[in-house]
T-cell receptor, first 116, second 112 residues
Framework: QKEVEQNSGPLSVPEGAIASLNCTYS??????FFWYRQYSGKSPELIMS????GDKEDGRFTAQLNKASQYVSLLIRDSQPSDSATYLC????????????????FGKGTLLTVNP | DVKVTQSSRYLVKRTGEKVFLECVQD?????MFWYRQDPGLGLRLIYF???????EKGDIPEGYSVSREKKERFSLILESASTNQTSMYLC???????????FGSGTRLTVV
């Protein structure tokens, strides 16, 4: 059973701080990694994707991937109260033929609260 | 932008009823998915479809079926609704460029 594990939180940070969200995955063949943000009562919204080892930055968000450690993280700089949400890590695997498996496995999410 | 529309935002049905949840997308995406989301359990895949008339079981298909007669529409069917199917149901789509799913707004189903 492929698994994606996240710290359940809640994670609470003051406004302006860096929020660090972590995710580990069990399938070493995983090829694509995503972070979704989900506000209460809403559907998940894609905020970051990362496919190769290293860092990927988009505005205040940085995704970090380490395939050897099977670890992916999301950093949110200058956290704002509007960042308060549940953050979902999602991972896809390798299909039978070795290509991408289009199914995503999601972690259970980390609830982030940014305090003004 | 891809638009994924789920027909109902909130739905209340009785135990034993046959329930249809509809999902329509407007961007010609091949892949469509149905998930349910429950507190403490996260998102779980029910069924997915790679193409018209093609369907595959996800992790929790029991009690559900699907239909994909047209590329843009993917329907989830609860054959005989039960109270343990009370949940948030999310439809998602994915195009050829694998850039992650786009989700619909969700249907919160309550079975009484």
């Amino acid at each position: 059973q492929k698994e994606v594990e996240q710290n359940s939180g809640p994670l609470s940070v003051p406004e302006g701080a860096i929020a660090s969200l972590n995710c580990t995955y069990s399938d070493r063949g995983s090829q694509s990694f995503f972070w979704y943000r989900q506000y209460s009562g809403k559907s998940p919204e894609l905020i970051m994707s990362i496919y190769s080892n290293g860092d990927k930055e988009d505005g205040r968000f940085t995704a970090q991937l380490n395939k050897a450690s099977q670890y992916v993280s999301l950093l949110i700089r200058d956290s704002q109260p509007s960042d308060s949400a549940t953050y979902l890590c999602a991972v896809n695997g390798r299909g039978r033929s070795g290509g991408s498996n289009y199914k995503l496995t999601f972690g259970k999410g980390t609830l982030l609260t940014v305090n003004p | 932008d891809v638009k994924v529309t789920q027909s109902s935002r909130y739905l209340v049905k009785r135990t034993g009823e046959k329930v249809f949840l509809e999902c329509v997308q407007d961007m010609d995406h091949e892949n469509m998915f149905w998930y349910r989301q429950d507190p403490g359990l996260g998102l779980r895949l029910i069924y997915f479809s790679y193409d018209v008339k093609m369907k595959e079981k996800g992790d929790i298909p029991e009690g559900y079926s699907v239909s994909r007669e047209k590329k843009e529409r993917f329907s989830l069917i609860l054959e005989s609704a039960s109270t343990n199917q009370t949940s948030m149901y999310l439809c998602a789509t994915l195009g050829r460029a694998f850039g992650g799913y786009t989700f619909g707004s969700g249907t919160r189903l309550t079975v009484v």
